[in-house]
Structure formats: C-alpha cells, structure tokens
C-alpha cells in the first residue's frame, strides 16, 4: 500500500476539466436529438464522430500553440470557443451545413483546452506520481457522467431540447468563469539539445509509443461507441434509462482512479493493462444483452473498472523516460489516438447498427476490443513492460 499527496494546482485542473467536460456530457445526448430531427443511424453516428474528428485534426494546431504561448492562456482560449460554439446549438433546425460547422468547432475548442490542460498536469508532477495525477485529473471526464445524462433526459422529456441546449451553454459558461479566478505556478521546462532536434514521426516510430497510439485507438472506439449509442439503445425500451450506465461507469471508473492510483502499488504498471481490456470487452457484450436497467447498470460497473485503469495508465507509460520537452509532442500524439478513436467509433458503429441492429454492433466492438488489444500487448510486450525501467535507468 501507498500514500501519495497531489501536487499544487492538480485540483485546480481537475476541476477545470470536471466543469467543462459537464457540458459535453450532457451533449451525450445529441443522438436522440439527431434522431428526433429524422436523421438514420449512420448520419448520427458521423456527426457524434465529427466533434472528435476535428479535434483530432486539430492536434498539430494545439501543438503550435502550446509552443508559441503561455499553457494557461491557451487553456483559456479553448474554453472561450467552447462556450461560443456551444451557445450555437439552440439554433439548430434540421441536419444541415450549420451542424458540421458546430460539431467541428466544438472538437477543435476542447481539443486545444484538454491538451494544454494534460500539458500542465504533467509538468506539475515528478514522473513516479505522473499516472496517478493524470487520473486524479481525468476522474472529471467521469464525474459529470453520474448525474448529467441523467439530469439531461429529464430535461428532455419534461421541457424539450431548447431547455436541454441552454443548460449545456450554462455548464460551459462555469468553467470559462472560474479560469479568470485559477492561478496554477508552472514550471519551466528544461532545455534539451537533443529533444529540439526529435519530430513527430520520429517520436512516433518509437515502438513503445505507437503501440500505446494503438492501444488507446482501440480502447476509445469501443468508449466512444457506448457512450454515442446507449441512449438509443435504452430508448428502444420503455423502461430502460441511459444514465444508469453513465452514472456507475463514471462513479466506478472515478473509484479506481482516485483510490486504486492512491493505494495500489501496481499501479502505473503495463501489468494492469490487459485485464482492464478484458472488462472492457466484457462490458461491451455485457451491454448488448440488457433488456433492463439492472443489467444495463451492471454493464456500466464493468465497463468503469476497465475505464478507470486505462486511461491514467495509457497516458503515463506513453510519456515515461521522454525528454521533458518532448513530453508535449507525445502528449499531442497520444491524445490524437483518443480523438481518432472517439471519432472512429460512432461512425463505424452507426453503419453496422444500420446493417445488423444495435445489439449485435455491441458484440462485434467487444470482439474486435479483445483481438485487438491482445495483439497489440503480446507484439509490443517488451517496450511496455520495460518502460518504467528503462525509464528509471535514463534518469
């Protein structure tokens, strides 16, 4: 067992990360709306994907930023065009060109606000305690989940979709506010001869790095996929309700983020990586076999066991034994492969839902979830297991 204390400004991130990403969650639910306007499985599923196909487009122009500019300012900045291109939704009318523009705008403001706030969480941090942080940090992916989707039908059902969209313009306006408020001391990265000289496609031919691209790709298409379509699945029956999954994903996920990264000494270990692919997979078949809430639950618990271990994990070995400044490069690439993935899913979800139903595409993910990443950590086993060594040797 083991006791490690957050450092300064950690909290401040986390709950910047928890504030903003309550207005996405909410907008989980987009699916219905898209649906409700009389838009086909495949058309939902492209422009769920749109958000995080922008924003994985948008990773270099992150990248330029945080390398010309102040992190906090350009955090700020990403917040301030989410706020914007939120208040845009209320004026959607039909599937048009004015939806494309929304989604796309809306990917490329939280994709510059996420990677300058990872950027500044890992620099805020020694490398020993970085995985711990980082899912201390990302537990504001999760927390909205417990009670927005939730709070979000209800306004549905109750008052309609312009209510629903004026609450996502108000959880977006919160932490756009508080960030006038923040102060977090950054340090100065250390300078490094050798890291100005390394790109992005030398980084990424690092075997350790695009095993982990990979991995992550695999792991946030199946996420994505559940996320984008268990609404449409649980409004397929009268008494089934999507926030059940949302709320015990997200309280178990935060669970093991916060009290596993605190106690556990395996964590941060490649080791853990393998069975959290397995509960992900499980949950995927798990949840096409619900026919209640009860069971549409339980496939959220285990779909949050193998997402509170991923995530955290994932991010911190990519990042061990880089150079400090390189860090941001590999950060950039690691949190393309969680927009790739994000877009991928719904996408190539919504075409097989259109071809063979929604039950069935839930199977066909968590096959293609379990073959995957068996693969990919039985080829790249020695890069992943030897990381926090090799890492401990350089330093």
């Known amino acids: 067992m083991r006791k490690i ?45 749109l958000f995080s196909l922008a924003a994985f487009l948008s990773r270099p122009f992150g990248g330029w930023l945080l390398s010309k500019y102040n992190p906090q300012k350009v955090m700020i900045a990403g917040l301030i065009l989410l ?20 989604r796309i705008f809306h990917g490329l403001g939280f994709s510059v606000f996420i990677l300058a706030a990872l950027l500044i969480t890992i620099v805020l941090v020694r490398e020993e305690e970085r995985a ?15 009670i927005v989707p ?13 209510l629903f969209f004026l609450m996502a313009v108000f959880l977006a306006a919160i932490p756009l506010v508080f960030s006038f408020f923040a102060k977090i001391d950054i340090p100065r990265l250390s300078d490094d001869s050798q890291a100005k000289r390394m790109g992005f496609l030398r980084l990424l031919r690092q075997k350790k790095v695009y095993v982990i691209y990979l991995l992550t790709l695999v792991f946030e298409i199946g996420l994505s996929s559940s996320l984008a379509f268990v609404p449409l699945l649980a409004h397929g029956g009268s008494s089934m309700r999507a926030g059940y999954f949302y709320t015990l994903l997200a309280l178990v996920a935060v669970f093991m983020r916060v009290v596993g990264g605190s106690q556990l000494r395996s964590w941060g270990s490649a080791k853990l990586l393998p069975p959290a692919f397995c509960f992900i997979a499980g949950g995927g078949v798990l949840t096409s076999l619900s026919s209640n809430n009860f069971l549409l639950g339980l496939s959220g618990i285990v779909w949050g ?91």
Not at 6 to 24: D, E, H, R
Not at 83 to 90: D, E, H, K, S
Not at 132 to 146: D, E, K, N, R
């Open 5 to 49: 204390k957050l450092a300064p400004g950690i909290l401040t991130i986390q709950l910047l990360v928890l504030f903003s990403y309550s207005s996405i969650a909410i907008l989980t639910l987009l699916s219905l709306f898209f649906e409700h306007l009389g838009g086909s499985p495949r058309q939902i599923g492209f422009l769920m994907g």
């Open 83 to 102: 706020l914007v291109v939120t208040a845009l939704y209320p004026l959607i009318r039909e599937l048009n060109w004015l939806v494309v523009f929304i």
């Open 132 to 146: 711990y942080a980082l899912g201390v940090v990302s537990t504001g992916f999760m927390l909205p989940l417990l």
């Open 150 to 162: 939730f709070l979000g039908e209800e306004i549905i059902h109750t008052f309609g979709y312009f």
């Open 305 to 395: 066991i193998g997402v509170g271990i991923l995530y955290p994990h994932l991010s911190a070995i990519v990042v061990e034994g880089i150079p400090s400044r390189e860090k941001g490069k590999v950060l950039s690439l690691f949190a393309s492969s969680v927009d790739l993935g994000f877009a991928l899913g719904p996408i190539a979800f919504g075409w097989m839902y259109q071809s063979l139903g929604i039950r069935p595409a839930f199977i066909i993910v968590s096959v293609f979830i379990f073959i995957s990443s068996v693969f990919l950590i039985l080829g790249g086993r020695s890069a992943l297991f030897n990381a926090r060594r090799d890492s401990q040797a350089e330093e």
